[in-house]
């Protein structure tokens, strides 16, 4: 019998090992995923700040935005979730000229964000839209995903 409950005993440790080390492989938030996510994202809700304010022509190539991401600073890998992701997200505005703006991304396990950017940019939390009502801005924080997976 005690042979039985130790045979059983390491069997059932080694499922749970093994089970423990099938998320061990390359993490799922990662800096080139965050980037590819935070980019688009972005671009299409600029152009929805835009189509607010009556900006007309405002397009995803117009912009051209690009996203370069890190967590945590030099010394941190830029892997894995947590509120210390920044994006520098190069674009050009809804007047023609060329941005750089530092968002602050916080970055979750399930693979969602919320990122923040700078009011000097983007605006405030609330804009005036084309018929003179105040409306939430669309970039000032924002929600994404990415694909874990990708």
Not at 48 to 54: K, V
Request: some cysteine.
């Amino acid at each position: 019998m005690n042979r039985l409950r130790t045979t059983l005993l390491a069997a059932g440790l080694a499922a749970a090992a093994t089970g423990s080390l099938t998320g061990c492989g390359q993490p799922d938030v990662t800096k080139a995923r965050l980037e590819r996510a935070i980019t688009p994202t972005f671009t299409n809700l600029y152009i929805q700040r835009a189509t607010l304010l009556g900006e007309p022509g405002i397009t995803v190539a117009g912009i051209g935005a690009s996203a370069a991401c890190d967590r945590g600073g030099p010394k941190v890998p830029d892997v894995g979730p947590g509120p210390d992701w920044i994006c520098m997200i190069h674009f050009v505005d809804d007047h023609g000229q060329p941005q750089d703006g530092k968002f602050e991304v916080q970055v979750k396990s399930d693979a969602t964000y919320v990122a923040g950017g700078p009011s000097k940019l983007i605006g405030m939390a609330t804009i005036t839209d084309s018929h003179g009502h105040d409306v939430p801005n669309p970039v000032f924080e924002f929600d994404g995903a990415f694909d874990p997976d990708e």
